[in-house]
């Protein structure tokens, strides 16, 4: 009974920042990974980023050096930072959690919206 609220999202100008959060409450313990996924209108969903409970961390090569995935175990609590924004980064962001359940855990998304 993991549960996943996203937060963050909204619009900014290209070349700006926003920070993402997704707070995690439920059977904490038994989160594998947590990550964001992404997905435009009429695209398919693609990986963002993902930490591991043992802290390891993956991002897709398009966001490689502009975005920072980083989490407080205390707040149980993972946090997208974005920066050097572009236009192609805009969309419908989503926490998911692996519990090791066959279908994990989604949040109901948060758009960032990237224009001039």
């Known amino acids: 009974q993991v549960q996943l609220v996203e937060s963050g999202g909204g619009l900014v100008q290209p070349g700006g920042s926003l920070r993402l959060s997704c707070a995690a409450s439920?059977?904490?313990?038994?989160?594998?990974?947590m990550g964001w996924y992404r997905q435009a209108p009429g695209k398919q969903r693609e990986l963002v980023a993902v930490?591991?409970?043992?802290?390891?961390?993956n991002y897709a090569d398009s966001v490689k050096g502009r975005f920072t995935i980083s989490r407080d175990m205390a707040k149980n609590t993972v946090y997208l930072q974005m920066n050097s924004l572009k236009p192609e980064d805009t969309a419908v962001y989503y926490c998911?959690?692996?519990?090791?359940?066959?279908?994990?855990?989604w949040g109901q998304g948060t758009l960032v919206t990237v224009s001039s």
């Open positions: 439920g059977s904490i313990f038994k989160i594998y990974a």
């Open positions: 930490v591991t409970s043992g802290g390891s961390i």
């Open positions: 998911n959690a692996d519990d090791r359940t066959v279908a994990g855990v």
